[in-house]
């Protein structure tokens, strides 16, 4: 037991390593303090998702349900980087269009392969979760941490990340008429 604690403890901090190190690097990539800390805004609702997800079927958040946690974030950082790169690509590509067009089309572009990739993650998951074909053992607190904790995540990369890019790109319009 003592054991255990200590491994999860470490498997904490190497989780908040690794998302410091996504940030860094998305800010890197995007030329941007605030954009990457948009990126990353749908993990904690995957959090809520994992620890809904987990609580409602018995489970406790163990070394496997930190594992499923970091891949889950994994996912859905590539899910809201990809939206918000359509974004920025139709935002270059037409620099005369309104940003709340821009925002709409960039997100309308990257719908069908969010959703896609969403569908085919939980399609992998879930029956190990539920022990369809099988129990699936000591592995189903990740497959519940992956598939739920995804489907709460992309459900906030769909509908509120374009509307956290209009809010940020109508404070940045703000800030500058102050100046």
Not at 75 to 98: E, F, R, Y
Not at 106 to 128: A, D, E, H, Q
Not at 150 to 161: E, H, W
């Amino acid at each position: 037991s003592e054991q255990a604690e200590k491994s999860k403890r470490w498997l904490i901090s190497i989780a908040i390593i690794c998302l410091s190190l996504i940030l860094l690097v998305l800010a890197l990539c995007l030329n941007s303090l605030i954009l990457p800390i948009i990126v990353m805004i749908p993990i904690p609702f995957g959090i809520i998702g994992i620890i809904f997800a987990l609580f409602v079927h018995g489970q406790e958040i163990g070394f496997m349900g930190i594992i499923g946690l970091i891949g889950m974030a994994g996912v859905v950082v590539n899910d809201s980087l990809i939206m918000v790169d359509s974004v920025n690509k139709v935002t270059k590509l037409n620099p005369a269009m309104d940003k709340q067009l821009a925002i709409l089309e960039g997100s309308t572009l990257r719908f069908r392969s969010i959703i896609l990739t969403t569908i085919t993650t939980m399609g992998g998951v879930f029956p190990m979760a539920y022990g369809i074909g099988g129990e699936s053992g000591f592995t189903q607190p990740l497959a519940f941490s992956m598939g739920w904790g995804l489907l709460f995540a992309t459900c906030l990369t769909l509908f509120v990340l374009p509307s956290l890019l209009a809010i940020q790109h109508d404070l940045s319009l703000f800030l500058s008429r102050i100046k």
